[in-house]
């Protein structure tokens, strides 16, 4: 089962944020094809927040097909998001560990990290649009 | 969607000094709805006001279709919970349950049990022995097992700390969730309500500023900066809350009436305690865009 | 509404129950005790033929004597531990609000309160007076002096009259000043000064006192009437200070004696008194006063809970 955060200063609203976190959860193979995601009250209750929140990101999920309400019963995965398989994730976050080891080792701050990290996938993005 | 609370044109004056003036608000039903402003703005007087405890001096309301009157058939619907948290502090929780059930018709005891065992508060001790917490919990399960249709709650969680908060807050979520439930509760902080409401309600110096969704306040208010420039445009099309204006910059709080035109205002978005922090400090109440009627009896 | 009266009220009626009934026996025993003494002393007096006026009885029953004029200040007891908090404590703690926010009325609440707490004092008030008036009899053949002011408060209607007027000055204090502790002053300094300006100023005026001049021989005042004075006059003039006995009366025997031979030399006795009769008259009219004062105090106590914000 999986469990909700929120971030409390994120610009990203709520109901956002819940999504997202289906979608990765989805991604990472924490929530497969057939489960049940949390009710609206076992989510309210566990994070304080409004229902709409909760049906407001449920609602969006269905929207991408992710999803499917079923009446009195609850919510149900339908499919993952298009996207790598569950083990590449895994790998690709090993050798960003050791990439990131190495670039502290080099001798650059966090901060450095993740402006090179932002900067880098401004121009990646630009290229793959220009190319 | 109907309202299951509205005023008009509502006041309320202690001598020559006026609590609240010129009310004028209509909550949906099935809304969580946040009242916030300063402590003395007159967040406590409207409430009482809602709950009949206390008789306005000018205007009229409505709660879930009434008049507020002294008759079962209002005092059933409108659950009140006061800022002492006031409990009988020699009787225990279970004293306060068979009290519940004496003096409520809909009295609903396995609703309001079982919130108290699933917290794990015990019912045979001496409420002046319970935590802060705990009481202001035995309280807010006395006004559910009423099943009111409409709740009202004072400062609920303003002497409680951040775990007994959070846990009183999920509480309330959770009892809205089940459905038919339209709460307001009042905060001087708008931390404790932006997770929990959808609708929020600002008031300052006894004046509301503010009564909206909170999506669509967060979607209609924006901070515009720019270069040190004449800001007259955007005050003739839009409302401006609160500027500062230094040698090299001009920004602007600003509630929108459509799209920002002119490229040189860099619009930024705001958070809802920016947002309510402007209307504190303005000096825009309300615009009563409703007829003061009379209400149905 | 009767869950929550009774919750409420359970100790306290506990508790008065308890001391009704502790009063009642000691009363019980010592009442019968001293009716025997004295039906046993006088029979015997009678038997040997003496003037049985001037028997001395009760030397030792100091204490329960005592006792029982101590319960003058019952009705002030019940008027400040039932009366002050009985809805001055509810504001005081904020349970008013609790109260009016369920599903019961203001005025439902209200009724329930009010009249428990007349029932109650009531209750209470009738029983003391019974056990007291009962009790008292003895005294009351043997000193004729139920019509003075002490003994007229603790016996007969004026209890139960005064138990009501201090729970509804205790309740209208608890609810003006909404805090138990001023209520309590309030209701202790209301209830003496009115007591005692009723007692002293106008009591003795419920009907013109009666003045007679050299009352029957031997009888000085009639036996138990409210005496205000009696005068010594000699010569028209009320006569101040010591007297000389004139030398002609210096031996006479019985007092009567003594009474006709002063007033052969002048001497006359003038007594200003109520008669005997007048007493159950009199309970009646103070009774009534106190019940009358109750009533407004009671419907300024609605008016205030009913008009005013929670």
Redesign the interface.
């Known amino acids: 089962m999986m469990m909700f955060r929120l971030a409390a200063k994120s610009n990203v609203p709520p109901y956002a944020q819940l999504a997202e976190q289906v979608r990765q959860a989805l991604m990472t193979g924490v929530l497969r094809e057939g489960d049940r995601l949390p009710t609206v009250k076992e989510v309210v209750g566990s994070l304080a927040i409004n229902a709409n929140t909760v049906l407001k990101a449920y609602r969006e999920l269905e929207h991408e097909g992710l999803v499917e309400g079923r009446q009195g019963i609850g919510t149900f995965v339908l499919r993952r998001p298009d996207g790598p398989p569950p083990g590449t994730h895994v790998l690709l976050a090993r050798s960003l560990a050791t990439w990131i080891a190495k670039a502290r080792k080099a001798g650059l701050r966090d901060a450095d990290i993740e402006s090179m990290v932002r900067s880098t996938l401004t121009s990646s993005t630009s290229e793959e649009a220009t190319a | 969607m109907s309202a299951a609370l509205a005023t008009y044109g509502l006041g309320r004056r202690f001598g020559s000094k006026w609590a609240v003036q010129d009310c004028t608000l209509s909550i949906p039903e099935g809304r969580?709805c946040g009242l916030v402003g300063a402590n003395g703005a007159g967040k406590t007087t409207l409430l009482?006001m809602l709950?009949g405890?206390?008789?306005p001096t000018t205007g009229d309301l409505e709660v879930c279709g009434r008049r507020p009157c002294?008759?079962?058939a209002f005092?059933?619907d409108?659950?009140?919970l006061?800022q002492?948290i006031?409990?009988?502090?020699r009787?225990n929780a279970e004293?306060h349950l068979?009290?519940?059930a004496?003096?409520?018709?809909?009295w609903d005891d396995d609703v309001a049990r079982e919130r108290l065992t699933a917290l794990q508060i015990p019912l045979q001790q001496p409420i002046r022995t319970l935590s802060g917490g705990q009481r202001a919990q035995v309280a807010l399960a006395l006004c559910l097992g009423?099943r009111p249709r409409a709740l009202l709650l004072d400062e609920p969680v303003a002497a409680l700390d951040p775990l007994a908060r959070?846990e009183f807050?999920?509480?309330?979520?959770?009892a809205?969730?089940?459905g038919d439930l339209t709460v307001v509760l009042s905060s001087h902080l708008v931390t404790d309500l932006e997770?929990?409401?959808?609708y929020l309600v600002v008031v300052a110096a006894s004046r509301t500023m503010l009564a909206a969704d909170i999506d669509d306040v967060?979607a209609s208010h924006r901070l515009l900066t720019s270069a040190r420039r004449d800001a007259s445009v955007i005050e003739r099309d839009h409302v401006v809350l609160q500027r500062e204006t230094t040698q090299r910059q001009t920004d602007l709080w600003v509630r929108l009436n459509g799209p920002v035109h002119d490229p040189a205002w860099q619009v930024n978005?705001l958070s809802l305690e920016d947002i309510v922090l402007a209307y504190l400090g303005s000096q825009h109440p309300l615009e009563q865009k409703q007829q003061l009627g009379t209400v149905a009896s | 509404m009767t869950w929550l009266i009774w919750r409420q009220h359970r100790m306290q009626s506990a508790a008065a129950s308890v001391m009704l009934a502790a009063f009642a026996i000691l009363l019980a025993i010592t009442g019968v005790t001293m009716a025997n003494d004295y039906h046993n002393a006088l029979s015997s007096c009678s038997q040997r033929g003496v003037d049985c006026s001037g028997l001395t009885l009760f030397r030792g029953d100091g204490a329960i004597i005592d006792l029982v004029n101590l319960t003058v200040a019952v009705p002030l007891l019940i008027g400040v531990f039932w009366g002050a908090t009985s809805i001055g404590r509810e504001y005081d703690s904020g349970t008013n609000v609790l109260a009016w926010t369920q599903s019961v009325s203001r005025r439902r609440w209200l009724a329930a309160k009010i009249a428990t707490l007349l029932v109650t004092s009531l209750l209470a008030g009738t029983a003391l007076s019974v056990m007291v008036t009962w009790w008292s009899k003895t005294l009351n053949l043997y000193h004729g002096n139920r019509f003075d002011p002490l003994e007229f408060d603790i016996q007969g209607l004026s209890p139960v009259a005064y138990t009501l007027f201090a729970a509804a000055l205790g309740l209208l204090a608890g609810v003006a000043w909404r805090r138990v502790l001023p209520a309590i002053a309030t209701t202790v300094g209301g209830f003496v000064a009115v007591r005692l300006s009723i007692e002293n100023w106008v009591r003795p005026h419920y009907e013109t006192a009666v003045t007679v001049l050299d009352p029957t021989v031997g009888k000085g005042t009639p036996n138990g009437a409210w005496s205000f004075n009696t005068d010594l006059i000699y010569k028209g003039q009320v006569v101040d200070g010591p007297v000389r006995v004139p030398t002609g009366c210096a031996g006479s025997g019985s007092r009567d004696a003594m009474t006709s031979c002063l007033q052969q030399h002048g001497f006359h006795f003038r007594s200003t008194f109520q008669p005997a009769s007048r007493y159950w008259p009199f309970q009646w009219i103070e009774a009534g006063i106190f019940v009358g004062i109750s009533a407004v105090l009671v419907a300024v106590a609605v008016y205030l809970v009913l008009r005013r914000d929670a």
């Open positions: 969580v009482r709950a405890l206390s008789t002294d008759d079962v005092l059933s409108v659950g009140f006061a002492e006031p409990l009988h502090k009787w004293d068979r009290f519940g004496a003096m409520n018709p809909r009423k959070r807050l999920s509480s309330l979520a959770t809205v969730a089940d997770r929990i409401c959808d967060l978005e």
